[in-house]
């Protein structure tokens, strides 16, 4: 079953501007992790936060994770066109391998 | 890294038939591997878990007797979407879970259409 839910559904911003998403989940997690799908092809794994974790940083990406509202946002710094894609959230529970995800936010960047 | 192959890319098909699609995992043995379905503009759904030498279990509501799952080796899982019908078109995606390591790998995922 679907857990998370992101929003927007879809963002377009200007090259060099700042995206920011959000998902929500309604059980508890062991984790939380966002992807990246680039139109008909698989999933790449961006970052993984941990229920312990309230933020954690990748490059140009910035995770917070709110296990209280149950919450999670991604951000984007500093845009590109390259970041076109659509974002998914995805929560994997305590003792399970299975992520379950989110409707996902389709991002558009403006060169 | 862990690479996931997953074969064909794409397969347009006829009503009735059935089509076979692969996952393999090339570098790690995937004791477990899933496989996911996703509708245009849609999220990822979960269709089965595939475990290496026993019977896949499925999600609520995927017909099991449909969506065959072969998990004989720890480097292969496939899905054979039998007596294919047109509303089975989608985008099926595989992953594997690398023991050693996390997360989830996944595959580059199957369009298939069925006129």
């Known amino acids: 079953s679907q857990q998370g839910e992101e929003d927007p559904q879809a963002l377009s911003i200007q090259e060099g501007e700042n995206a920011t998403m959000n998902c929500s989940y309604k059980t508890s997690i062991n984790n939380l992790q966002w992807y990246r799908q680039n139109s008909g092809r ?59 995800f989110g409707k996902g936010t389709k991002l558009s960047v403006i060169p | 890294g862990a690479v996931v192959s997953q074969h064909p890319s794409w397969v347009i098909c006829k009503s009735g038939t059935s089509v076979k699609i692969e996952c393999r995992s090339l570098d790690f043995q995937a004791t477990t591997m899933f496989w996911y379905r996703q509708f245009p503009k849609q999220s990822l759904m979960l269709m089965a878990t595939s475990n290496e030498g026993s019977k896949a279990t499925y999600e609520q509501g995927v017909e099991k007797d449909k969506f065959l799952i072969n998990h004989a080796s720890l480097t292969l899982s496939t899905l054979t979407v039998t007596s294919a019908h047109p509303e089975d078109s989608s985008f099926y995606i595989c ?10 790998h996944f595959g580059n995922g199957t369009r298939l259409t069925v006129t």
Not at chain 1, 66 to 90: G, V
């Open chain 2, 95 to 104: 992953s594997a879970r690398d023991p050693l390591n996390s997360p989830l």
């Open chain 1, 42 to 100: 698989g999933l790449v794994h961006l970052i993984l936060i941990r229920s312990n974790e309230r933020e954690k940083h990748s490059g140009r990406l910035r995770v917070t994770l709110d296990t209280s509202k149950k919450s999670s946002s991604l951000l984007i710094t500093a845009s590109r066109a390259a970041d076109t894609a659509s974002y998914f959230c995805a929560t994997q529970g305590a003792g399970s391998y299975q992520l379950t």
